[in-house]
């Protein structure tokens, strides 16, 4: 099983940056693509970002694209969100997923698609 530790949340003004960070355990990490969750109090859980298995492709929702950028380093086993020009709509826990390409026929943005969870981070953009 893929452990998923994510780190690097906390309080950020809004305009300001935050670098997420995802650390996967095990040997197969780059088998992996993987996505970024988010949930906010009172709303459902939100499609961020997916990057494919070798990073070459990064797919982002509406709201964050041009703003977020999500990367891997398949050799540390971590995946990265960096949020640039936050906004306070960006407060919310996040998550990173993995997605085991044998598993699942969700489209990419449906956590149902992904099978592996962290346990969330705390962003808070305040104004």
């Known amino acids: 099983q893929v452990q998923l530790v994510e780190s690097g949340g906390g309080l950020v003004q809004a305009g300001g940056s935050l670098r997420l960070s995802c650390a996967a355990s095990g040997r197969t990490f780059s088998s992996y693509a993987m996505g970024w969750f988010r949930q906010a109090p009172g709303k459902e859980r939100e499609f961020v970002a997916r990057?494919?298995?070798?990073?070459?492709?990064?797919l982002y929702s509406d709201s964050v694209k041009g703003r977020f950028t999500t990367s891997r380093d398949n050799a540390e086993n971590t995946v990265y969100l960096q949020m640039n020009t936050v906004k306070p709509e960006d407060t919310a826990v996040y998550y990173c997923?993995?997605?085991?390409?044998?598993?699942?026929?969700?489209?990419?943005?449906?956590?149902?698609?992904?099978?592996?969870w962290g346990r969330g981070i705390q962003v808070t953009v305040s104004s």
């Open positions: 997923a993995a997605d085991d390409p044998v598993t699942g026929s969700y489209n990419y943005a449906d956590g149902r698609q992904y099978d592996y």
């Open positions: 990057i494919s298995r070798s990073g070459g492709i990064t």
